[in-house]
C-alpha cells in the first residue's frame, strides 16, 4: 500500500472528523441545556403565564363571537338559566338555528325534573348542555346563554348513553348500574345528577322500578338537583307525591300523521314517545 504522511494525515482527519462533530454536538448541547436549567423556574413561570393568557384569551373571544353571557354565583341554591345553548351543538347546525331553552331548578319544589318526549328531540341536548354550561361557569368562562344565575357545585354526576365494558365482563345494563350507583352514593345535595334512561337493558317493569326507587331515593335521602329524562311514562305520576318534583317535556307538533320536533322545553309530561315515527 502506498502511503505518504501527507495522505496519512488526511485520512485521519476525514475519519476522525464524524466522531469530532458528534462530540463537538453533545457538548454544545450540554452547555445549551445547562444553560437553560440555570433559568429553569423563570422559564416554567413566564410559560404558566402565557398558557394562562391563552385560555383567558381564547375564551374571551369565543365568548364575543358567540354571544355569550356572564353568569352569576348565588347562594340561595337556584339555578335559573335563561336561552340557554350547547357550545357545541350550536355550531354545527346552520343557519343559527338551534332552538335555546330556559332551566330552573332550585331547592323547593323544582328539585327534580323528570323530562319525557321523543326520541331525537333534544332531551339528552339538553341535559348536557346545562353540564357544559355549569362547568364552564365554575371555570371562569362565559357561557353559551342569555343569562345565567346558578350556585356552586361540588360535583356533577351522569348516566348518559349505552355503553359496556364486555373485557371486563360487565354488559350495558351492569355499566349503567353501576355508575348509577356511583351518583347516589358520592352525591351530595349541592351536586348536580344528570340521569338519562336510567333502567333500560332489563325487563320492562324492572326498569321502571329501578328507575322509580332511584328517584325517590334522590328526593327524600340526598337533594340534589337532578334531571331524569325517561320513556317510562308512568314516573310522571311522582310529581303527585314527591314535594320537590316537577314534568318537563320536549314539545312536539303532531299534524295529519306528521310529527314535527320543536325542541322546546315547556312544562308537565309528554303524551308519547313517538317512537315508530321516528
Do not use: W
Amino acid at each position: 500500500r502506498y502511503i505518504t504522511p501527507e495522505l496519512k494525515e488526511l485520512e485521519e482527519t476525514i475519519l476522525g472528523a464524524e466522531d469530532k462533530l458528534t462530540a463537538l454536538e453533545y457538548d454544545i448541547f450540554c452547555q445549551i441545556r445547562n444553560t437553560i436549567a440555570d433559568q429553569v423556574v423563570r422559564i416554567q413561570h413566564t410559560a404558566k403565564a402565557i398558557a394562562g393568557l391563552d385560555v383567558f384569551a381564547s375564551l374571551a373571544v369565543v365568548a364575543e363571537q358567540s354571544n355569550y353571557a356572564r353568569p352569576k354565583i348565588n347562594e340561595k341554591g337556584v339555578l335559573d338559566i335563561k336561552g340557554g345553548r350547547h357550545p357545541v351543538v350550536e355550531k354545527m347546525i346552520d343557519n343559527d338555528m338551534f332552538i335555546a331553552n330556559d332551566t330552573y331548578l332550585d331547592n323547593k319544589n323544582n328539585r327534580i325534573a323528570i323530562i319525557t318526549g321523543p326520541n331525537m328531540a333534544g332531551k339528552s341536548t339538553y341535559m348536557r348542555q346545562l353540564a357544559l354550561t355549569v362547568i364552564m361557569a365554575q371555570m371562569g368562562s362565559y357561557v353559551a346563554a342569555e343569562s345565567v344565575s346558578l350556585p356552586v357545585f361540588d360535583a356533577i354526576f351522569t348516566r348518559i348513553g349505552a355503553a359496556d365494558d364486555l373485557i371486563s365482563g360487565q354488559s350495558t345494563f351492569m355499566v349503567e348500574m353501576m355508575e348509577a350507583n356511583q351518583a347516589i352514593k358520592r352525591a351530595s345535595e349541592k351536586s348536580l345528577i344528570l340521569f338519562d334512561e336510567l333502567g333500560r337493558g332489563t325487563a320492562t317493569y324492572d326498569g321502571m322500578a329501578l328507575a322509580q326507587s332511584i328517584i325517590e331515593y334522590i328526593h327524600d335521602h340526598i337533594g340534589a338537583k337532578t334531571m331524569f329524562a325517561t320513556h317510562y311514562h308512568e314516573l310522571t305520576s311522582l310529581s303527585t307525591t314527591l314535594t320537590h318534583l316537577v314534568n318537563v317535556h320536549v314539545a312536539t307538533l303532531e299534524r295529519n300523521g306528521d310529527v314535527t320536533f320543536l325542541h322546546k322545553i315547556a312544562e308537565g309530561p309528554a303524551d308519547k314517545s313517538y317512537g315508530i315515527h321516528v
